[in-house]
Protein backbone atom coordinates (compact mmCIF):
# COMPACT_ATOMS: atom_id res chain seq x y z
CA UNK A 1 0.00 0.00 0.00
CA UNK A 2 1.57 3.38 -0.89
CA UNK A 3 0.17 6.47 0.91
CA UNK A 4 0.75 9.40 -1.31
CA UNK A 5 -0.75 13.29 -2.22
CA UNK A 6 -3.84 12.77 -4.45
CA UNK A 7 -2.99 14.20 -8.62
CA UNK A 8 -6.01 17.19 -9.54
CA UNK A 9 -7.16 13.99 -12.13
CA UNK A 10 -8.16 11.98 -9.06
CA UNK A 11 -10.10 13.98 -7.50
CA UNK A 12 -13.68 12.82 -9.37
CA UNK A 13 -12.79 9.78 -8.26
CA UNK A 14 -12.37 10.33 -4.99
CA UNK A 15 -15.61 11.74 -4.57
CA UNK A 16 -16.85 8.95 -6.23
CA UNK A 17 -15.10 6.80 -3.66
CA UNK A 18 -16.27 8.92 -0.91
CA UNK A 19 -19.97 8.28 -1.71
CA UNK A 20 -19.47 5.00 -2.04
CA UNK A 21 -17.86 4.44 1.36
CA UNK A 22 -20.42 6.17 3.21
CA UNK A 23 -23.59 4.96 1.92
CA UNK A 24 -22.33 1.23 2.16
CA UNK A 25 -21.91 1.91 5.59
CA UNK A 26 -25.12 3.80 6.06
CA UNK A 27 -23.79 7.04 6.75
CA UNK A 28 -25.45 8.85 3.69
CA UNK A 29 -28.15 8.45 1.97
CA UNK A 30 -28.38 9.27 -1.80
CA UNK A 31 -30.45 12.34 -1.35
CA UNK A 32 -28.64 13.97 1.22
CA UNK A 33 -27.90 17.85 0.69
CA UNK A 34 -24.34 16.69 1.82
CA UNK A 35 -23.22 14.34 -1.09
CA UNK A 36 -22.54 17.69 -3.49
CA UNK A 37 -20.25 18.47 -0.49
CA UNK A 38 -18.36 14.87 -0.27
CA UNK A 39 -17.82 14.53 -3.43
CA UNK A 40 -15.97 18.17 -3.95
CA UNK A 41 -14.38 18.46 -1.11
CA UNK A 42 -10.40 19.44 -1.81
CA UNK A 43 -11.06 19.75 -5.76
CA UNK A 44 -10.86 23.38 -4.82
CA UNK A 45 -7.64 22.94 -3.17
CA UNK A 46 -8.80 24.53 -0.02
CA UNK A 47 -7.20 21.41 1.51
CA UNK A 48 -4.18 18.39 1.48
CA UNK A 49 -6.08 15.08 0.08
CA UNK A 50 -4.18 12.12 0.75
CA UNK A 51 -5.09 8.44 -0.74
CA UNK A 52 -3.93 4.90 -0.18
CA UNK A 53 -3.31 3.06 -3.40
CA UNK A 54 -2.95 -0.49 -3.78
CA UNK A 55 -2.04 -1.96 -6.70
CA UNK A 56 -2.33 0.93 -9.20
CA UNK A 57 -5.97 1.29 -7.12
CA UNK A 58 -7.64 4.15 -4.88
CA UNK A 59 -8.41 2.35 -2.02
CA UNK A 60 -9.23 4.91 0.44
CA UNK A 61 -8.66 8.94 1.62
CA UNK A 62 -8.38 11.46 3.70
CA UNK A 63 -8.60 14.71 3.83
CA UNK A 64 -6.97 17.68 6.10
CA UNK A 65 -8.29 21.45 6.21
CA UNK A 66 -6.60 24.24 7.26
CA UNK A 67 -8.24 27.48 8.70
CA UNK A 68 -9.67 29.91 7.53
CA UNK A 69 -10.88 26.96 5.24
CA UNK A 70 -11.29 24.09 8.42
CA UNK A 71 -15.06 24.13 9.98
CA UNK A 72 -16.23 25.37 12.74
CA UNK A 73 -14.40 22.72 15.19
CA UNK A 74 -11.35 24.15 14.38
CA UNK A 75 -11.26 27.22 17.08
CA UNK A 76 -7.05 28.29 16.82
CA UNK A 77 -4.64 28.76 14.20
CA UNK A 78 -2.42 26.22 14.72
CA UNK A 79 -5.50 23.37 14.53
CA UNK A 80 -6.39 21.59 11.31
CA UNK A 81 -9.25 18.94 10.84
CA UNK A 82 -9.26 15.47 9.35
CA UNK A 83 -12.15 15.34 6.72
CA UNK A 84 -13.99 12.43 4.88
CA UNK A 85 -11.65 9.52 5.96
CA UNK A 86 -13.11 6.81 3.29
CA UNK A 87 -11.75 3.72 2.34
CA UNK A 88 -13.29 1.77 -0.93
CA UNK A 89 -15.86 -1.15 -0.14
CA UNK A 90 -13.45 -3.64 -1.13
CA UNK A 91 -10.57 -1.93 0.42
CA UNK A 92 -12.27 -2.16 4.09
CA UNK A 93 -10.81 -4.57 6.41
CA UNK A 94 -7.18 -4.33 5.11
CA UNK A 95 -5.85 -1.08 7.43
CA UNK A 96 -6.54 1.10 4.98
CA UNK A 97 -8.20 3.92 6.93
CA UNK A 98 -5.65 3.34 10.39
CA UNK A 99 -2.81 3.83 7.47
CA UNK A 100 -4.74 6.90 6.49
CA UNK A 101 -5.33 8.49 9.38
CA UNK A 102 -1.32 7.74 10.57
CA UNK A 103 -0.28 9.72 6.97
CA UNK A 104 -2.70 12.28 7.82
CA UNK A 105 -1.16 12.83 11.56
CA UNK A 106 2.38 13.07 10.27
CA UNK A 107 1.82 15.46 7.40
CA UNK A 108 -0.19 17.61 9.75
CA UNK A 109 3.05 17.63 12.26
CA UNK A 110 5.28 18.38 9.46
CA UNK A 111 2.90 21.59 9.03
CA UNK A 112 3.39 22.91 12.67
CA UNK A 113 0.34 21.93 13.56
CA UNK A 114 -0.15 21.23 16.94
CA UNK A 115 -4.24 19.75 17.47
CA UNK A 116 -5.80 17.72 15.23
CA UNK A 117 -9.62 17.69 15.29
CA UNK A 118 -12.13 15.60 13.91
CA UNK A 119 -16.03 15.20 13.04
CA UNK A 120 -17.41 11.51 12.90
CA UNK A 121 -20.84 10.15 13.02
CA UNK A 122 -21.96 8.72 16.20
CA UNK A 123 -22.84 5.03 13.94
CA UNK A 124 -18.99 5.44 12.41
CA UNK A 125 -17.58 2.62 15.01
CA UNK A 126 -15.18 1.39 13.08
CA UNK A 127 -13.25 4.66 12.26
CA UNK A 128 -14.32 5.80 15.85
CA UNK A 129 -12.00 2.92 16.78
CA UNK A 130 -9.23 3.59 13.81
CA UNK A 131 -9.38 7.66 15.67
CA UNK A 132 -8.81 6.19 19.41
CA UNK A 133 -5.87 3.50 18.33
CA UNK A 134 -4.29 6.26 16.98
CA UNK A 135 -4.32 8.69 20.21
CA UNK A 136 -7.11 10.58 19.66
CA UNK A 137 -9.94 11.57 22.38
CA UNK A 138 -13.68 12.86 22.70
CA UNK A 139 -13.79 16.70 22.61
CA UNK A 140 -17.65 16.35 23.69
CA UNK A 141 -17.51 20.26 24.41
CA UNK A 142 -17.20 20.65 20.61
CA UNK A 143 -19.59 18.40 19.36
CA UNK A 144 -22.26 19.89 17.30
CA UNK A 145 -25.24 19.47 14.88
CA UNK A 146 -25.12 20.42 11.72
CA UNK A 147 -29.02 20.06 9.76
CA UNK A 148 -30.09 17.92 12.92
CA UNK A 149 -27.19 15.09 12.77
CA UNK A 150 -25.03 15.02 15.62
CA UNK A 151 -21.54 15.12 14.80
CA UNK A 152 -18.74 13.94 17.75
CA UNK A 153 -15.94 15.54 17.78
CA UNK A 154 -12.54 14.44 19.08
CA UNK A 155 -8.78 15.69 19.45
CA UNK A 156 -5.07 14.89 19.29
CA UNK A 157 -2.42 16.97 20.47
CA UNK A 158 0.40 16.63 18.51
CA UNK A 159 4.16 16.98 18.87
CA UNK A 160 5.86 20.15 17.61
CA UNK A 161 7.54 19.01 14.40
CA UNK A 162 11.22 17.24 14.80
CA UNK A 163 10.16 17.00 18.42
CA UNK A 164 10.27 13.41 18.14
CA UNK A 165 13.39 13.47 16.29
CA UNK A 166 15.74 13.93 20.09
Known amino acids: MEIRDARPGEMPEIGELRLAAYQRGGHLSPDSEYVPRLRELGADGDGDVLVAEINGRLAGTVMLQYPPHAGQVVQEADEAEIRALAVAPEGQGRGVGRALVEAAIGHAVGRGVR ?45 AAGAADG
Not at 128 to 142: N, S, T
Open 115 to 159: HLVLCTLPGMRTAHRIYEGAGFHRLPDRDWAPGGDTLLVYGLRLP
